[in-house]
């Protein structure tokens, strides 16, 4: 694939696929406070990847609360204080539960409803 892209190209291609499993956590959190006064901005989507990506640099095989499971973001307390700078308090309690759900994906509908609801 290096071949038919690249240098620069394939390493752009590395980087946005290792990217994944922290960007189904951004986009669980957008979807969890789509409905809300406090939507998940683009530019906030891509701090929250960036201190996900951060705080799990190279993790393989983590349970990711967004989807795919066989390699995921762990959502730690620590990424929770880092995102607090830019992210609104109900979009922090949002991450929050999240990271309660971390390893339990089965248990989003009942979040879902629970966000629309306020």
Not at 30 to 40: D, H
Not at 47 to 52: E, F, I, N, P
Request: proline share 6%; glycine share 8%.
């Amino acid at each position: 694939m290096e071949a038919v892209l690249g240098n620069g190209l394939f390493q752009q291609f590395q980087s946005a696929m290792a990217a994944i499993p922290e960007r189904e956590d951004a986009s669980a959190l957008a979807s969890l406070l789509y409905y809300t006064s406090t939507p998940l901005t683009a530019s906030q989507a891509d701090q929250l990847v960036s201190a996900l990506r951060q705080s799990s640099p190279g993790l393989i095989g983590g349970d990711s609360f967004g989807g795919f499971g066989s390699q995921g973001s762990i959502i730690t307390d620590r990424v929770i204080s880092a995102v607090s700078s830019f992210l609104a308090p109900p979009q922090v309690q949002a991450l929050v539960q999240l990271q309660a759900l971390q390893g339990n994906p089965t248990l989003t509908p009942s979040l879902h409803q629970n966000s629309a609801a306020n």
